[in-house]
């Protein structure tokens, strides 16, 4: 006769490990880390406590199925907790993508200020900036508060038909650099500045 083996249930020390890799990313650096942490401490406790008293008062089984309770409590605590601090801080980001004082040609030069010293992720975001920073000396697109990269971009794109596939891959790049999935090279800001300077000069959509 085969005997069922119990289901792998994480230790404390896992459970919390795992929210607090999570919560280590740079989105949570600021807001709500100190009272989450008190309270992740409180569940690696009770965790604990599973393998002792608790764990002997219930039996073996009863102590896995409270692990596993515990272990879904504490990952719908970290996504109550982290949900909103994700999104507020991706709000907050994208409220400063274009709050810049700076016109297109001080961008652009600090573009290429960036591209000569090797970094051409800053250089990249510069440029796109300065892309859409023209559009709007241009008065082809407004800047409005809290407006996205790829919102930019779709405004854009309406305004300069022969701009929206440009835009919307120098869009790309810009979020996957602002947000942490990715870098730039010396391609991605060619790109961006090609597009920068078409911008400059491309003929409006007339409707």
């Known amino acids: 006769m085969s005997v069922i083996e119990p289901p792998v249930v994480p230790g404390a020390d896992e459970a919390r490990r795992w929210a607090v890799d999570e919560l280590a990313k740079d989105e ?5 880390e100190s009272w989450l942490a ?22 073996p089984w009863g102590a896995i199925g409270i692990g596993i309770l515990v272990a879904a409590v504490l990952a719908l605590i ?4 982290v949900g909103p601090l994700r999104r507020n801080r ?9 709050d810049d004082d700076r016109d297109a040609a001080a961008l652009d030069d600090d573009a290429d200020r960036a591209a000569r010293a090797g970094d ?4 990249t975001m510069h440029a796109y900036r ?23 971009a779709e405004l854009g794109g309406r305004a300069l038909a022969e701009l929206a596939v440009p835009l919307a891959v120098d869009a790309d790049v810009f ?9 730039a090279g010396p391609e991605a800001y060619a790109h961006a500045r090609a597009t920068l300077e078409r911008a400059s000069t491309a003929k409006a959509v007339v409707t």
């Not at 602002?178 to 870098?183: I, L, V």
């Open 38 to 59: 008190r309270v992740l401490d409180w569940f690696s406790r009770l965790l604990d406590g599973l393998g002792d008293g608790v764990g002997g008062a219930v039996g």
């Open 175 to 183: 979020d996957r650099i602002r947000y942490g999935h990715g870098g």
């Open 28 to 32: 949570y650096a600021s807001g709500g």
């Open 90 to 98: 991706r709000r907050t980001v994208e409220a400063e993508l274009f």
């Open 120 to 123: 051409f992720a800053t250089a």
């Open 130 to 152: 300065a892309t859409i920073r023209r559009l709007a000396e241009r008065s082809l697109i407004d800047l409005t508060p809290g407006l996205t990269a790829h919102e930019a």
């Open 78 to 81: 970290v996504w109550l907790v």
